[in-house]
């Protein structure tokens, strides 16, 4: 079945560093794939998303490419700030799979030190 | 305010006693969905409704029922909680569950603790 395999945390930074997190999917058609995010206490939010191969979704900074040839889409910022402090989840959507159901990775926390 | 609103956000209880937790949308979605948070699992999918009066398994449903009377509501019931059921429990709500690109919105998320 439809997976997302994300790399593993805690991620922890300094005050503009450069952040990558891995994501990489598997999927029978093709997929929408986003990025989550989920602050301390709070609900996920839509921090990203990309329909289909080469999009690159972008917000706040981050962008991630949809790499259909390396089944990834990695997130990236240029310089994080302390309150971009979270949890940030991969996640995918099936438009052959189940009426859009979304897949998520297992998350990664990041903690970014001032 | 567009939003999805879950009650209560906090509850301790014992084992056995039936409990729901509501969940509410005021964004006119057609799908709603509801996922558990577990350290180190991620979400996982309880249950999800593509429209009133159609809901689905997801991929943890044991345990736990909903129902879709109305567009706007989306309760989780357990009938006979468990400790396992301990867990930190989302909902969600999208447009459409038939298009793929649409983003979901969450509510805040309800920590039950069954003891």
């Known amino acids: 079945g439809d997976s997302v395999t994300q790399m593993e945390g805690p991620v922890t930074l300094s005050e503009e560093a450069f952040l990558t997190i891995n994501c990489t999917y598997t999927?029978?058609?093709?997929?929408?794939l986003f990025w989550y995010v989920q602050y301390p206490g709070e609900g996920l939010q839509l921090l990203l998303k990309?329909?289909?191969?080469?999009d690159k979704g972008s917000n706040k900074g981050f962008e991630a490419t949809y790499r259909k040839e390396t089944t990834s889409f990695h997130l990236e910022k240029g310089s994080v700030q302390v309150s971009d402090s979270a949890v940030y989840f991969c996640?995918?959507?099936?438009?052959?799979?189940?009426?859009?159901?979304?897949?998520f990775g297992k998350g990664t926390k990041l903690s970014v030190k001032p | 305010e567009a939003q999805v609103t879950q009650n209560p956000r906090y509850l301790i209880t014992v084992t056995g006693k039936k409990l729901t937790v509501t969940c509410s949308q005021n964004?006119?979605?057609?799908?709603m969905s509801w996922y558990r948070q577990d350290p180190g699992l991620g979400l996982r999918q309880i249950y999800y409704s593509m429209n009133v009066e159609v809901t689905d398994k997801g991929d943890v449903p044991e345990g736990y029922k909903v129902s879709r009377k109305e567009k706007r509501n989306f309760p989780l019931i357990l009938e006979s909680p468990s400790p396992n059921q301990t867990s930190l429990y989302f909902c969600?709500?999208?447009?459409?569950?038939?298009?793929?690109?649409?983003?979901?919105?969450f509510g805040d998320g309800t920590r039950l603790s069954i003891l």
């Open positions: 996640a995918l959507s099936d438009q052959e799979g189940s009426q859009g159901n979304l897949i």
């Open positions: 969600a709500s999208s447009l459409s569950g038939t298009y793929s690109n649409q983003p979901q919105h």
């Open positions: 964004m006119n979605h057609e799908y």
């Open positions: 999927a029978t058609g093709y997929p929408s």
């Open positions: 990309a329909t289909k191969a080469d």
